[in-house]
Structures are given as C-alpha cells and as structure tokens.
C-alpha cells in the first residue's frame, strides 16, 4: 500500500485520501485505454451514433459483499460478453455502496465485514474502500466497463478513474448535491426515475447535471476547497419502476421518450428489470426482460437494460452470530438475484432481440443494393420487404 498509513480501528479515523489511494492502487495503462475506450463506447450507444443497434445491458449483483465472488461473477460474464459482443454492449454492475430505505447494510465500502449488521464492532471504512477499488481493479483488468452507484460525493473521488457508468439512484436522483456530482463526473451518469415512479426528476437532474456547478470537496492536501464542474452531456434515463407500480411496458416507454425529447433531450432510456419493475421479486426478472426483448425487436426506443444478477439466485440474510463463513457463496444479501443459469438465458433471449432489429435495416440495404445492381429500379413492380420492425417499399 506504498506510503499509506492504516489508521487504527476506532469510531473516528483518518480516511485514506482518494488521491493518495489511486497513486497506491493505480490503473495500468491498457486499462486506462479501455475504460476511456468503455465511457466513449457508452456515449456513442447514447447518443445512437454508430451503435449498429447494439444494446447496453447493464448487470451484476444487486450489491458486492464477497470479493472473490465478484471475480468468479466477472469472469462468467467476461466470457457471455465475449459470446454476444455483436448485439450487447455488457457492463458489470459493482455496486459497493447502497442506499437503503431506513436502514440495513451499506455496501462494501462501509461494512467490508458485515460488522454494523450483527452489532458487531465498529465497520471499517479503509479496510471498505480498499476492497472496493482492489474489486473493481480486477473486473476492470477483465476488461468489463463497470457500473457503479456513486452515493456519497467524496467517497466516489474512490473511483472516478475506473467506472464507465455512475448511477443515481432513485432515493438521490432529486439531491442538489448528486446532481452537482453528476456534473463533474468524467463518465456518463444514469439517473432513475424517483421512488414514486415519476419521470420528471429524473429529467430536471439531467438538465442540472449537464450545466457548470460550483463543487465543494477536498483538495489533494486534504483540505476543504470548491471549484467549477464542467456539466456532463452525457445522461440518460432509467426507467425502474415505483409506488404507483412497473413502468417497462411499451406505453411507459413511449411517454419516456415523449417527456424527453419534450424537454430537448436525447431519448437515452435503460430499463431496470429489478426494484420496482420486478416488483423486489428477482423471479419477475426474466419475464420483464421478456418484454423488453419483444419491444426491442419491435423497434422500441430502448437503449439498455439493467438486470440484478449473482452467480446462485435469491437473497440471504448476514448471519446474526456475525459468521460470514456460514452465508451462501454468490447470494446476495441486499435485494434477490436471478442466478447464473437464468442470467445466460436472458442474455441469450436478448442477444436474438437485438440481432432481429440489426437485420431489419441491413436486409433493407442488401435488398435495395441487389434491386440497384439489377438496374430494375424503373420497373413497375412493387417489392415489400416486411421485416420485424419495418415495411419498406422498393
Ligand atoms: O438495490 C437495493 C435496494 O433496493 C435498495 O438499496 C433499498 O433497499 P431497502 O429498501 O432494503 O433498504
Ligand atoms: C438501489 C438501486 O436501485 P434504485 O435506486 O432504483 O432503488 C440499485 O440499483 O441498486
């Protein structure tokens, strides 16, 4: 750990400083390459620039609480984003801090030891951030870009270097001060839609974020300090369902795009299959992701999705003795998971989807090239090319 001084286990300790840590745990250069390369792939799927119709699928574990766990996860999918590259764009979800309603675990950076959760001794917060960014170190080497929800605004100066996507989520997507950190991020920044399953939060935080903010944070010396953020063009929506119950069917997505091109956005729009698109039951999973496959093919303005997904299906609880050998490996313990088999499934389901709406216009263009090459552009007949999503008539 180079020159860094581990402070000693008490309820108020020194936190690493974030530069100090990325100097320590630094990102080689081929994976500086390819997370800019990953950010660049994910604002050109954005902006529906030269993504030849390929999906983003943003999935992982609802939370990363077993290191080791997270690395065997990565390099499953490693291999599924491999397999798929022509239709998915895949970037792991490695989700280190979580909001909660009231209260429960906070993640990895907060609670590496689960500790807080059995009324254990105090959590260790460095021994939290080195974990996190040793995880996401490894998944990134595997070259997956990676997700991550950036909560607490000095604890995502942790990672700023390493993640393709920061998410808000949906108890923040309205805070001033995530729409400030949002701006000054140098990935692109999904916001949910909020609790209640309204849209335009979501929308005014991808105005506030795309402008300058004054950002009070901590210099290099670990003094407090403000300065100018520069606004981040690059934001998109994500549809995740709330209280008044799922919005992923095609009529919430039509209004989607609607309210954003109405407030003159681009309509970038992920789905999450989980939280209140599931209904927080994981085994609703599949069936969402079902429907959003057949939107897709049928021309849908989806630009990805999101699914929580572990290496075994369900959740656990952490065991009340405080014994993390007794907990079930690749279970999560926040929200449930579809497991490793369904998450291939799925995959695959929407890896076809994708491939039907990528045939649509390319049978269009071999088709009209082949009628250009026979010269018969003058004759009468009519030919109907129907594919999934088009009608074109030569
Ligand atoms: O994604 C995880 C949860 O949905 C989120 O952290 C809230 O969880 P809670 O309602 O159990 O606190
Ligand atoms: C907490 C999450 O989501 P949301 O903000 O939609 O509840 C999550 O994706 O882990």
């Given at each position: 750990?180079?020159?860094?001084?581990?402070?000693?286990?008490?309820?108020?300790?020194?936190?690493?400083h974030?530069?100090?840590?990325?100097?320590?745990?630094?990102?080689?250069e081929?994976?500086?390459?390819?997370?800019?390369?990953?950010?660049?792939?994910?604002?050109?799927?954005?902006?529906?620039?030269?993504?030849?119709?390929?999906?983003?699928?943003?999935?992982?574990?609802?939370?990363?609480?077993?290191?080791?766990?997270?690395?065997?996860?990565?390099?499953?999918?490693?291999?599924?984003?491999?397999?798929h590259?022509?239709?998915?764009?895949?970037?792991?979800?490695?989700?280190?801090?979580?909001?909660?309603?009231?209260?429960?675990?906070?993640?990895?950076?907060?609670?590496?030891?689960?500790?807080?959760?059995?009324?254990?001794?105090?959590?260790?917060?460095?021994?939290?951030?080195?974990?996190?960014?040793?995880?996401?170190?490894?998944?990134a080497?595997?070259?997956?870009?990676?997700?991550?929800?950036?909560?607490?605004?000095?604890?995502?100066?942790?990672?700023?270097?390493?993640?393709?996507?920061?998410?808000?989520?949906?108890?923040?997507?309205?805070?001033?001060?995530?729409?400030?950190?949002?701006?000054?991020?140098?990935?692109?920044m999904?916001?949910?839609?909020?609790?209640?399953?309204?849209?335009?939060?979501?929308?005014?935080?991808?105005?506030?974020?795309s402008?300058?903010?004054t950002?009070?944070?901590?210099?290099?010396?670990?003094?407090?300090?403000?300065?100018?953020?520069?606004?981040?063009?690059?934001?998109?929506?994500?549809?995740?369902?709330?209280?008044?119950?799922?919005?992923?069917?095609?009529?919430?997505?039509?209004?989607?795009?609607?309210?954003?091109?109405?407030?003159?956005?681009?309509?970038?729009?992920?789905?999450?299959?989980?939280?209140?698109?599931?209904?927080?039951?994981?085994?609703?999973?599949?069936?969402?992701?079902?429907?959003l496959?057949?939107?897709?093919?049928?021309?849908?303005?989806?630009?990805?999705?999101?699914?929580?997904?572990?290496?075994?299906?369900?959740?656990?609880?952490?065991?009340?003795?405080?014994?993390?050998?007794?907990?079930?490996?690749?279970?999560?313990?926040?929200?449930?998971?579809?497991?490793?088999?369904?998450t291939?499934?799925?995959?695959?389901?929407?890896?076809?989807?994708?491939?039907?709406?990528?045939?649509?216009?390319?049978?269009?263009?071999?088709?009209?090239?082949?009628?250009?090459?026979?010269?018969?552009?003058?004759?009468?007949?009519?030919?109907?090319?129907?594919?999934?999503?088009?009608?074109?008539?030569?």
């Open positions: 750990m180079g020159n860094i001084q581990q402070p000693g286990k008490c309820h108020s300790a020194p936190l690493f974030p530069e100090s840590l990325k100097l320590a745990m630094p990102l080689d081929a994976t500086e390459r390819t997370v800019q390369w990953n950010r660049d792939t994910v604002r050109s799927l954005l902006s529906q620039r030269h993504s030849n119709g390929r999906l983003m699928v943003i999935i992982g574990p609802c939370s990363i609480h077993d290191p080791d766990a997270a690395l065997d996860y990565a390099s499953r999918l490693a291999e599924a984003a491999k397999q590259h022509r239709e998915l764009f895949i970037v792991m979800r490695v989700y280190v801090e979580k909001p909660r309603t009231t209260v429960g675990w906070k993640g990895l950076i907060h609670d590496p030891d689960h500790a807080q959760t059995v009324g254990q001794s105090s959590p260790d917060l460095n021994k939290g951030v080195l974990a996190s960014r040793q995880v996401m170190l490894n998944v080497k595997k070259g997956l870009p990676i997700a991550t929800e950036l909560l607490h605004p000095l604890l995502a100066q942790f990672f700023d270097d390493i993640v393709s996507i920061g998410v808000i989520g949906a108890r923040t997507t309205e805070s001033q001060t995530h729409r400030e950190m949002s701006s000054d991020m140098p990935m692109p999904g916001f949910k839609n909020g609790t209640d399953g309204g849209l335009k939060v979501a929308i005014d935080a991808m105005t506030a974020a402008r300058s903010h950002i009070v944070g901590v210099d290099n010396e670990g003094r407090l300090g403000y300065h100018l953020s520069r606004g981040n063009p690059d934001t998109f929506m994500i549809l995740r369902g709330g209280s008044q119950g799922p919005n992923f069917g095609s009529e919430h997505i039509q209004n989607a795009e609607m309210e954003l091109l109405r407030a003159g956005k681009t309509p970038s729009i992920v789905v999450d299959c989980s939280h209140g698109n599931s209904m927080k039951d994981y085994r609703n999973q599949p069936n969402v992701a079902a429907c496959a057949d939107q897709i093919v049928a021309g849908a303005p989806i630009t990805g999705v999101m699914i929580e997904s572990n290496i075994n299906q369900g959740r656990q609880d952490v065991p009340n003795n405080g014994d993390n050998q007794c907990l079930k490996y690749g279970v999560s313990i926040t929200d449930g998971c579809v497991g490793w088999h369904e291939e499934l799925i995959l695959n389901r929407l890896a076809v989807a994708v491939r039907e709406r990528q045939a649509g216009p390319a049978m269009v263009e071999s088709i009209l090239t082949m009628v250009t090459a026979n010269n018969i552009e003058n004759e009468k007949h009519q030919v109907k090319v129907h594919t999934s999503d088009i009608t074109v008539s030569v």
